[in-house]
T-cell receptor, first 111, second 116 residues
Framework: GESVGLHLPTLSVQEGDNSIINCAYSNSASDYFIWYKQESGKGPQFIIDIRSNMDKRQGQRVTVLLNKTVKHLSLQIAATQPGDSAVYFCAEITGGFKTIFGAGTRLFVKA | ETGVTQTPRHLVMGMTNKKSLKCEQHLGHNAMYWYKQSAKKPLELMFVYNFKEQTENNSVPSRFSPECPNSSHLFLHLHTLQPEDSALYLC???????????????FGSGTRLTVV
């Protein structure tokens, strides 16, 4: 069946280091993926997206990588800052509209 | 502010109470959603409204009743809830159109509900 899951429920990194958050998906027909960030007391916020015809997309300090061969998605955060501490969700969009969210990974940034 | 506003932010209610959650979006989106977020679980889709019409009810108990009077407002009416219904209830909106470049959701900050 369809599923979107995360390899690690928590990730702890030192301030200034790079962070990598991983996500696996099972539906090879999914054509759009999104990473969301949820800070304490707030709803999830869109960070970056990528379409299935791409394998990499860069934003400000964030990069999303898509490996369709192994159905794997990752979010890389460069020079992680305390403000990056949050729960990160991947989302898989199939058929244009059906969205499935992963369980989330909590990122802790140590000063 | 994300453009999606939810009220109240916090709500404590007894199992026999009736209350309503409100969501309002000023983004011109045509689809609105209710999600339930419990600890250590993925976001659970509850209801979807597209152009004010309910297009999905994800096997939600009848003690939760959605209402969408127009494309900018969404309510979740609560009645005879159980303690296990305590969670963060998130509203989201999106633009459902084949020619959109962005299928992402804009979420509100949620209502933290505690049922006692």
């Amino acid at each position: 069946g369809e599923s979107v899951g995360l390899h690690l429920p928590t990730l702890s990194v030192q301030e200034g280091d790079n962070s990598i958050i991983n996500c696996a998906y099972s539906n090879s027909a999914s054509d759009y993926f999104i990473w969301y960030k949820q800070e304490s007391g707030k709803g999830p916020q869109f960070i970056i997206d990528i379409r299935s015809n791409m394998d990499k997309r860069q934003g400000q300090r964030v990069t999303v990588l898509l490996n369709k061969t192994v159905k794997h998605l990752s979010l890389q955060i460069a020079a992680t800052q305390p403000g990056d501490s949050a729960v990160y969700f991947c989302a898989e969009i199939t058929g244009g509209f059906k969205t499935i969210f992963g369980a989330g990974t909590r990122l802790f940034v140590k000063a | 502010e994300t453009g999606v506003t939810q009220t109240p932010r916090h709500l404590v209610m007894g199992m026999t109470n009736k209350k309503s959650l409100k969501c309002e979006q000023h983004l011109g989106h045509n689809a609105m959603y209710w999600y339930k977020q419990s600890a250590k679980k993925p976001l659970e889709l509850m209801f979807v409204y597209n152009f004010k019409e309910q297009t999905e009810n994800n096997s939600v108990p009848s003690r939760f009743s959605p209402e969408c009077p127009n494309s900018s407002h969404l309510f979740l009416h609560l009645h005879t809830l159980q303690p296990e219904d305590s969670a963060l209830y998130l509203c989201a909106s999106s633009q459902e159109a084949r020619d959109t470049d962005n299928y992402g959701y804009t979420f509100g900050s949620g209502t933290r509900l505690t049922v006692v």
